[in-house]
């Protein structure tokens, strides 16, 4: 035996060797120690570590003293105390000093083959008195510690508890799961050795100050012991990373935007300039609410603008639509698309005074998706605008180019594209270090005129991305499906790595 591990034992390990032996369980042994079961439960998993024993869950049958039995283990069972009062002859008023009606009553019911009864004069006869021998086993289960482990008992002690547990509030059992110890030959060897030796835990002040710690013997620190694995409290790993991409766009200088999730379609469509008749505005593309049906359209001359921009283009140089803006369909309810939304509504809140302004947000949105390993019908989308007078598309790729490196992509790239709401538009894609190829993250440009003017009132510069977040974070952590990110698995998210950048 490595005489090193008897130098790491803690004080509990010390204090629950001794009771340690094949087949018993914390139970047993924090009864025998005085050690609370919690302390015995925290030693023997130690103890495990260090490969002294090994731990089996079980459950085991307990018989415990219930009211009766309590009194019954300290004055004896009634029968015994009557059978042993009537060895000689005693007037039934006798009785009464030592039992209560009630009990004498029984009595005399359970023994009127073992008694006799004349005149109120109760006396024993041969038949009792072998009896009274019989009932003296049975009071000696009560000399026992209590509880008692069911299958401990012999075959005799069983049938006595069996037939005690028929009587009223004398035992009761109970099912306790525990943990039967099996003992290494580590174990058997270490439970031979000498633990007296005291070991001190620690250096205090008191200690260094008047040097008593020269000459005393230190519990050693095991560093290469396997420990159980421990998972504290923290964010969910989607809500970690989602902290961070605020995080970066909060340092970059930009403002978070925060709207609801249920938008009119005026802000989720036609305030971006998408046409009434345009097909993602059907039901097999966009969720549309119940009740309410319909909201309330705001900002009048807003409204008044982008209704012109569909009719004819208003001033925005553009034919527009060419159709008559139905503003019913327009106070439809519905579970945003895109994120996009809240990039309208602040633009419209805007004066010429506020710029430039720089916002970003990075929130749910929900599109009729058929679900699958890369298809969720809950995305998240990271949106950003800049409103200034002097941005332009040098601004946009670097802007997204600083974006996706923090996020750990160090090779970025900005392609021509095509997106309805900007001119010129870009795809940003970045290159996947293991499949060894580009992949799409987000879309990119600067707004058309149609969007930004309406809300605006003047023709103004607003480069703008919407990238997605769901599909960036699953190489981080290892997952292939993306309905992994939300499945709340509780063993996946206890063991998810943090999020750490």
């Known amino acids: 035996m490595d005489k090193n591990i008897i130098k790491t034992l803690h004080p509990l390990e010390r204090k629950t060797i001794p009771y340690l032996k094949q087949g018993t369980d914390e139970l047993a042994i924090a009864e025998k120690s005085g050690l609370k079961q919690v302390e015995v439960v925290r030693a023997l998993q130690w103890l495990e570590n260090k490969g002294v024993l090994n731990l089996k869950p079980q459950e085991k049958e307990y018989i415990l003293l219930d009211e009766n039995g309590k009194k019954y283990k300290k004055q004896g069972l009634p029968e015994i105390k009557f059978l042993k009062a009537v060895q000689k002859p005693t007037h039934i008023k006798e009785l009464s000093k030592i039992l209560n009606k009630s009990e004498v009553n029984v009595c005399i019911g359970m023994f009127k083959d073992s008694i006799t009864f004349k005149k109120g004069i109760i006396n024993i006869t041969e038949k009792g008195k072998k009896n009274l021998k019989k009932l003296k086993q049975s009071q000696s289960i009560f000399e026992k510690d209590f509880p008692l482990l069911y299958n401990g008992l012999s075959k005799q002690e069983k049938q006595i508890v069996d037939r005690l547990l028929e009587r009223k509030d004398i035992f009761e059992i109970k099912t306790r799961k525990s943990k039967q110890i099996t003992l290494t030959k580590l174990g058997k060897k270490l439970t031979k050795a000498k633990l007296n030796k005291e070991l001190l835990e620690n250096v205090t002040c008191s200690m260094l100050k008047n040097q008593t710690w020269k000459g005393k013997t230190f519990r050693h620190y095991d560093v290469k012991i396997n420990v159980p694995d421990l998972y504290p409290g923290k964010r969910h790993f989607v809500n970690q990373a989602i902290d961070y991409v605020k995080k970066i766009w909060l340092e970059l200088g930009f403002k978070e935007m925060q709207g609801p999730?249920?938008?009119t379609?005026?802000?989720?469509?036609?305030?971006?300039?998408?046409?009434?008749?345009?097909?993602?505005?059907e039901m097999q593309d966009t969720y549309y609410i119940k009740e309410p049906k319909y909201g309330r359209l705001v900002k009048p001359k807003v409204v008044e603008r982008v209704k012109k921009t569909h009719e004819n283009g208003w001033t925005t140089k553009s034919k527009g639509w060419q159709y008559k803006w139905d503003p019913k369909q327009a106070m439809r309810n519905v579970l945003r698309t895109?994120?996009?939304?809240?990039?309208?509504r602040y633009i419209s809140n805007l004066k010429k005074q506020d710029l430039p302004a720089k916002y970003f947000a990075v929130g749910k949105n929900f599109r009729n998706e058929t679900l699958d390993w890369s298809h969720l019908f809950e995305l998240i989308q990271v949106e950003g605008i800049v409103v200034d007078p002097d941005a332009n598309f040098k601004n946009l790729i670097?802007?997204?180019?600083?974006?996706?490196?923090r996020m750990g992509y160090e090779d970025v790239r900005v392609r021509p594209g095509y997106f309805p709401y900007t001119e010129p538009s870009a795809e940003v894609d970045v290159f996947h270090p293991i499949r060894k190829e580009w992949v799409e993250l987000g879309g990119s440009g600067i707004f058309r005129p149609e969007l930004t003017k309406p809300l605006f009132g003047t023709e103004i510069p607003v480069i703008a991305w919407g990238l997605g977040f769901d599909r960036s974070i699953l190489e981080y952590y290892k997952l292939k499906d993306i309905r992994d990110l939300y499945k709340n698995d509780l063993k996946q998210i206890k063991q998810m790595r943090m999020w750490l950048k």
Not at 265 to 280: C, E, I, M, R, S
Not at 398 to 405: A, P, S
Request: net charge neutral.
């Open 338 to 344: 895109h994120t996009t939304c809240l990039s309208a």
């Open 398 to 405: 670097g802007y997204l180019k600083n974006f996706f490196i």
């Open 261 to 263: 999730l249920v938008q």
């Open 265 to 281: 379609g005026f802000w989720n469509f036609d305030a971006l300039f998408t046409a009434q008749d345009h097909p993602v505005r």
